[in-house]
């Protein structure tokens, strides 16, 4: 620890002087980080609305179908815009 010595006596230096420790800075990072993940996430995500439903059948729009549970079970996905 520094010490400052005014008129013979000796001070501690103001709080503001002093380093943020390590295990401090990884917590405010971590954190940073979360809440970067959640803004681009918002921004960038399907929007609540817009969730695709199962095809009633294969020439549907605006759906997706499954090819392992419909159909014949063979066959590849397709999701239908």
């Known amino acids: 620890m520094t010490h400052n010595i005014i008129s013979g006596r000796v ?28 803004v681009v996430t918002s921004l960038f995500g399907t929007p609540a609305g817009d969730t695709l439903k199962p095809c009633k059948h294969e020439d549907s729009v605006n759906c997706y179908w499954d ?3 419909m159909g014949n079970g063979k066959g590849r996905d397709v999701v239908n815009r």
């Open 67 to 69: 090819a392992d549970t």
């Open 11 to 38: 001070t501690r230096r103001a709080n503001s002087e002093r380093h943020t420790p390590n295990w401090l800075k990884t917590i405010y990072a971590t954190l940073l980080a979360i809440v970067a993940l959640v």
